[in-house]
């Protein structure tokens, strides 16, 4: 009798503990100063020339009853390649406590933002000054995230947490079969994942602090002509979120967009466009009844060690004279690794999960995932409350599913040369990064 009475008494304590949110906001400007190169497009041959809009770094904290946390961070950028990721994360940890698994930073893939870092490094062959400036704002902006997180820690306040979920239309397949394979275009009957998860952060008294909301989409509208800095319409999408919300921050989160893109494409009307189709699936779902988050921030982060196809020395010898560019310049990348004994075998590629009590679970993984892998979490796991998320922690590369991978074309092959790894990942990188999804849902899902 004793011990029922105790385990109905903890099962009181728990309910109890399971409210009580704080949460946090933090938000800095991080449009580049200067003129710099523009990251996404191989064709673009001089420095940006001004803005449309500001880019920025958003961080969303959150601490429950028991004081565990989660940051989460958006940025307006390509893609943050691992090295300022972990410099980012081991700063954290050192100076507000926070453990990587606890932080998740997310690009949103703009194509007319800045060079980041060594992210997709054999686009340019950067003269000195142009190289100097890019690992200029590299420094500052690790320096900007760090400061960022602590922002958002710093504005930790009572906070009511709820969810629900729109949808937009501009997402298309672009993987175009074709006589000879597929191809970047239009792929209409090609998988795509349309859902707009969002998340929303109101202080006590119901006013609307936060809105963090997602979208599976490159943000490619402008295309390599652009020399103007902007967030594309993620960019727009947030401003527009903001002018609708007055006093709240707007944060894109990139879904598994890796094979999608804007439909259609190629002017700033309409990137401006699908930004406010995007914002108004945002009102859409804030005007209609939310679900309530209840219960605790649970996280776990694990890097799996993904394997490439095999290569060998003599396969990139025989293209560093190559015709194209940038093959010759890849394949000199390669050699090199090879030359200094370090040739790039597998990669350190990070899964995370995130559980916000039983209502929302976020899987955060690295790199520019294919819509498959989204739509295979939602079918093993459920798709209520199921936000999945591409371009996190690390953008190493594309992540084809087996499916992509055998299909080949740009996500599965083509790309590996701009990103200046060895080639295509071996056929188990779906089942690897699946099994490695099952043990960080495991640890959150309890
Ligand atoms: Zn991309």
Redesign the pocket.
């Known amino acids: 009798m004793s011990r029922i009475l105790l385990a109905g008494f903890l099962l009181t304590l728990e309910a109890l503990a399971a409210t009580g949110f704080k949460a946090g906001v933090g938000r800095i400007v991080i449009t580049p100063r200067k003129p710099i190169y523009l990251s ?1 497009y191989a064709n673009r041959n001089r420095p940006s020339e001004g803005a449309v809009h500001d880019l920025w770094a958003k961080a969303l904290a959150i601490e429950d009853s028991r004081g565990s946390r989660l940051v989460l961070v958006t940025t307006d950028l390509i893609g943050l390649p691992r090295h300022i990721s972990e410099t980012v994360a081991a700063r954290v940890q050192k100076q507000y406590g926070l453990d990587r698994a606890r932080l998740v930073l997310n690009s949103s ?1 703009t194509h007319t933002g800045p060079l980041v870092g060594q992210n997709l490094s054999i686009l340019f062959d950067l003269g000195p000054e142009d190289a100097a400036r890019v690992q200029e704002y590299s420094l500052d902006l690790t320096g900007k995230l760090v400061a960022v997180v602590g922002a958002a820690l710093a504005d930790l306040s009572p906070a009511e947490l709820s969810y629900g979920h729109g949808q937009a239309p501009f997402a298309m397949n672009r993987r175009e079969p074709g006589p000879n394979g597929v191809r970047i275009g239009v792929n209409p009957s090609g998988p795509s994942d349309k859902d707009v998860p969002v998340l929303r952060v109101t202080a006590p008294g119901g006013a609307i602090r936060a809105i963090l909301f997602g979208y599976g989409c ?1 943000n ?1 509208t402008l295309t390599g002509e652009f020399y103007k800095i902007s967030g594309d319409y993620a960019g727009f999408a947030q401003i527009e979120v903001e002018k609708a919300q007055p006093g709240a921050t707007a944060l894109f989160m990139m879904l598994c967009g ?1 094979d999608q893109n804007p439909n259609p494409r190629s002017r700033l009307d309409l990137a401006e466009a699908h930004g406010a189709t995007l914002a108004a699936a945002v009102s859409r779902v804030l005007s209609q009844p939310m679900k309530r988050i209840e219960g605790p921030v649970r996280t776990a982060f694990r890097i799996v060690e993904l394997g490439f196809a095999p290569h060998t020395r003599e396969k990139f010898e025989a293209r560093v004279n190559d015709g194209n560019v940038f093959v010759a310049r890849h394949a000199k990348a390669m050699l090199k690794a090879y030359d200094e004994g370090r040739p790039m075998r597998r990669y350190p590629y990070p899964v995370q999960a995130v559980a916000l009590g039983k209502q929302v679970t976020l899987v955060a993984l690295g790199g ?1 995932v294919v819509v498959d892998y989204a739509l295979r979490v939602k079918k093993r796991y459920g798709s209520e409350g199921m936000i999945v998320a591409g371009y996190s922690n690390d953008v190493m590369a ?1 992540v084809p599913s087996l499916r992509v991978l055998k299909e080949g074309g740009y996500e599965a092959v083509d790309s590996t040369t701009y990103y200046g790894v060895p080639g295509p990942w071996a056929e188990d990188v779906e089942e690897k990064i699946f099994t490695a999804i099952g043990q960080v849902m495991e640890r959150v899902k309890r």
């Open positions: 996404g893939h490159h490619t890796g520019e594309y």
